[in-house]
């Protein structure tokens, strides 16, 4: 099969497709023909290694010269090939979206715990835009318990995460706030944002305003500058973010570590949660999505044969919501 693949720590430039062996479902596992995948900032950090230190928390992802996993990708939606043994609930030819690694690929063999089933009136580009991206924003609102009557900032509001953060938090009832740069400012307004700070322009740290909730996706602020917009009883909530070639050693985990050891010094409420595949939580954003409640915000889809490109794309552009390829 085709597959696209990293021997070797670095930018896009070190990928490339290559015919790999199809593979076969263990225990637990079934095989999936891949209709779309889509690509994370997931996929730069471990295609670069960075933030260098990633590679001494994690030596399951991470190896010395790296990836210990050649194949890129996270997100899949496509159809069961075949069964392994022990796996019940599902036969071939089911339609299904997921998370799991090694996912730009014609196929992938994935545990059937991780997948749920597509429903109907979801594309299977829609599909594989969801997994990773729309979970841990569902993830960071209920770290941060957001609640109806809320004041929520999403800080990196136009980006996989982010767009997925925004619409949660307003179909909970919350007021929310996003911070993005000048060109994705409509895009913000348009998923439910009843504000919208250019940060291209303004400080969103020093414009006065406070929220009950502010949700970081972007990891570039220190921590006592996030502290100001924090307020009196109200919860930072941490997750992912860093740019490519910048903050190479620590990025975003450590303003983390920062958050995780001197958040109460400094009156916050700080939450890290773990981003990790959820099938239930999976399921039921998949619903809404089905259902027009939840709209994933694709920039661009690129074919199997450009997927390097796909990482490029987002590793310099910046991309707004999801990049999909397509198998």
């Not at 696209?4 to 670095?10: N, P, W």
């Not at 941490?238 to 303003?255: A, D, T, Y």
């Not at 958050?259 to 949660?273: A, D, S, Y």
């Not at 399921?283 to 390097?308: K, N």
Request: with cysteine.
């Amino acid at each position: 099969m085709k597959a696209l693949v990293q021997d070797i720590y670095g930018t896009s430039d070190v990928l490339r497709l290559e015919d790999v062996a199809d593979p076969v479902p263990g225990e637990g596992e079934v095989l999936v023909r891949i209709a779309a995948a889509s690509v994370n900032a997931a996929d730069w950090h471990i295609m670069r290694g960075e933030p260098r230190v990633a590679r001494l928390m994690d030596r399951t992802i991470f190896g010395r010269r790296g990836p210990r996993q050649p194949i890129r990708g996270r997100d899949l939606a496509g159809r069961i090939e075949a069964v392994g043994p022990g796996v019940v609930g599902w036969k071939v030819g089911d339609e299904v979206l997921g998370e799991d690694e090694a996912t730009l690929a014609e196929y992938a063999a994935v545990p059937a715990a991780s997948l749920v089933r597509r429903p109907a009136g979801l594309s299977v580009e829609e599909a594989a835009a969801l997994p990773l991206a729309a979970v841990t924003a569902d993830l960071c609102l209920t770290a941060g318990a957001v609640r109806a009557g809320q004041r929520v900032l999403v800080v990196g509001a136009s980006g996989g995460v982010g767009t997925f953060a925004v619409q949660l938090a307003v179909a909970s009832g919350a007021t929310v706030t996003g911070v993005c740069s000048t060109r994705n400012v409509e895009l913000v307004t348009s998923l439910g944002a009843s504000a919208v700070v250019d940060y291209t322009e303004q400080d969103f740290t020093r414009t006065g305003a406070s929220y009950d909730v502010v949700v970081d996706l972007v990891g570039n602020r220190r921590l006592r500058d996030l502290r100001r917009v924090v307020a009196k009883g109200g919860t930072l909530v941490l997750s992912g973010g860093g740019n490519p070639g910048e903050g190479r050693i620590l990025g975003p985990v450590g303003l983390m570590a920062k958050g995780g050891l001197f958040g109460r010094l400094l009156g916050l409420r700080v939450q890290i949660p773990l981003a990790k595949p959820d099938a239930a939580r999976l399921g039921e954003l998949a619903v809404m999505a089905a259902a027009g409640e939840l709209r994933p915000v694709i920039e661009r889809t690129f074919p199997l044969a450009d997927a390097a490109a796909a990482i490029r794309h987002l590793e310099v552009e910046h991309a707004r919501g999801k990049v999909v390829v397509t198998v």
